[in-house]
């Protein structure tokens, strides 16, 4: 072999080290992005925050011309947790109360890649007709479909049903489990901190919420108010109609209760027949008036139940507001006892002076 054979070989092994070098550097670089997503979803802890990830973030990052989702509702756990999902996103996704209809997609429960054909192209990107090629991953956790994302590019050969696609299916099989994750979490916390009866907030997350509420009123000087309520002769309905009865008033009662207060506001079942409203940012005057929409608004609604006539309920309610300026020099945990006794008394005077009717009384510390 002369020398110019050998440079010509050297040419040759030098382009096949460049080429090798590059696609390393590529690996190198698409390992890390894929790395990068996959952090962030394990770091979310709410399903929208999840979900949003991949039709910004992932959707971003990988050039991606639309990303969509199709996601199983099993036992109506995550429907609930995606009402608050940015509308502009909800439209890539599709909640589905029967697996079934995302399972047929995955015959053999492997990807889909390359071009698909125009009626599964509808179905899956209904809102983008000039998608030409694209991914579809199944989201499997524990043996079970629980979704599928679909990746979308207008470049045709983007993607291509002889390429492998071990990272991706990698991450498909992550965000199942993250999928999973958040919908256990999220409603394990809805469950510890919620009345199951009312659907209000119960006396545990009352208790964590009004400190929060007072260093927040105590950081920004603004008042704090609290409302404490109770349905008047309660034990005359369980005793008359039964618990059943009484059961389906309480519920009535806390829907009526919800409508009367500010997304701001605070409500929780206290215990029995009493609930609790923490009103942030609002003064005395305008928590006497809100107590007093209540009650003329409770004494007003018709509490129908099952087939029973209509039944009077009526609600005594007691008052009082937190003032940061006032009360400066106490801990945090002795003016949140305090906020809560004065309310208490406050109620208990309303009860024993004739029902029906708002109590103010203030704050005093020993």
């Known amino acids: 072999m002369d020398i110019r054979q050998l440079q010509q070989k050297n040419q040759q092994l030098e382009k096949m080290l460049n080429t090798a070098v590059n696609e390393a550097k590529l690996n190198e670089d698409v390992l890390k992005r894929f790395i990068d997503i996959e952090v962030k979803m394990l770091g979310c802890a709410k399903l929208t925050e999840l979900i949003s990830l991949l039709f910004t973030d992932f959707k971003t990052i990988f050039k991606l011309n639309i990303v969509t989702i199709f996601l199983h509702n099993k036992d109506d756990l995550a429907a609930p947790l995606l009402s608050s999902l940015d509308q502009n996103l909800a439209q890539h996704l599709t909640i589905f109360a029967d697996s079934h209809e995302i399972s047929t997609l995955f015959p053999q429960r492997k990807l889909i890649a390359g071009e698909i054909e125009r009626t599964l192209r509808k179905q899956i990107f209904p809102n983008n007709p000039f998608v030409l090629s694209s991914v579809i991953l199944p989201l499997i956790n524990k043996g079970q479909i629980i979704g599928s994302l679909h990746l979308g590019s207008k470049e045709l050969n983007r993607y291509h049903s002889e390429y492998q696609y071990d990272y991706l299916e990698r991450m498909s099989a992550l965000l199942a489990v993250c999928i999973e ?81 500010r997304n701001t506001d605070f409500l929780a079942r206290f215990g029995g027949e009493e609930f609790a409203i923490l009103l942030p940012d609002c003064s005395l005057k305008q ?24 039944l009077s309920i009526t609600t005594s309610i007691g008052v009082s507001c937190y003032n940061p300026a006032s009360l400066s020099n106490t801990s945090f945990e002795e003016l949140s006892n305090n906020l809560l006794q004065s309310a208490d008394d406050a109620l208990y005077q309303a009860k024993h002076s004739g029902r029906n009717k708002v109590i103010y009384k203030a704050m005093t510390m020993p």
């Open 287 to 310: 928590a006497e008036q809100i107590a007093n929409n209540i009650r003329s608004k409770i004494e007003q609604e018709p509490f129908c139940v099952a087939s029973k006539s209509k």
């Open 181 to 261: 994750n958040c919908i256990i979490r999220e409603n394990l916390d809805y469950l510890s901190s919620t009345d199951a009866l009312t659907k209000t907030f119960n006396r545990h997350s009352f208790d964590i919420e009004i400190n929060k509420a007072v260093q927040r009123a105590s950081r920004h000087e603004n008042s704090l108010s609290l409302l404490f309520l109770d349905i008047d002769h309660f034990k005359q309905v369980n005793d008359n109609y039964g618990h059943p009865i009484g059961d389906a008033v309480l519920k009535l009662f806390a829907s009526v209760l919800k409508l009367q207060i």
